[in-house]
């Protein structure tokens, strides 16, 4: 089974954080869909997602939780 193209991986990501505010740019998201992802599989993209939306909650201290 091939890798997802571009658009496949620009349809998961964006299916993935549809409810997720993002505070990246149009530009951002174009390079993340084109490079950052390139290579990666579907499973891949759902794991990426999961751990780049979790890393604000990390970053989080005790008291703030």
């Not at 990666?40 to 703030?64: G, H, I, N, W």
Request: charged residues 35%; glycine residues 2%.
């Amino acid at each position: 089974m091939p890798l997802p193209d571009k658009e496949a991986r620009k349809a998961l990501i964006d299916h993935k954080l549809q409810e997720s505010k993002k505070d990246l740019s149009e530009e951002d998201m174009e390079k993340v869909y084109s490079e950052v992802t390139d290579g990666y599989s579907c499973a891949d993209l759902a794991a990426f997602v999961k751990e780049t939306a979790m890393a604000p909650v990390r970053e989080l201290t005790s008291e703030q939780l």
